[in-house]
């Protein structure tokens, strides 16, 4: 769950600020190195462990689904409304 607290939040996003501002520039290869640099990184902290590998492997499946449930519905949405339904099987979705 990304909705994590407020003071939380003032610590990490002035360090994403930075991040996010080279990933701007940089190609979709660039990003996947962060986000797996991260993941790696928490992982030598935590321990090479199943269970750590199994948190991991889990808060990246919810943060896609989350990126898809929040942001990429919604837009496919407006796109079905502005273009129209692929068939009747998507007309009263």
Known sequence: MPYIKQENRDIFD?????????????????LNYIITRIVHKWIEIEGLKYKNLNAAIGV?????????????????????MENGPISELDRDS
């Open 14 to 30: 002035p360090l994403l600020e930075t991040i996010i501002r080279g990933v701007k520039v940089a190609g979709v290869g660039d």
């Open 60 to 80: 990246l499946d919810c943060a896609k689904m989350e990126l898809y449930r929040m942001i990429a519905a919604p837009y496919e949405n407006g796109k079905q």
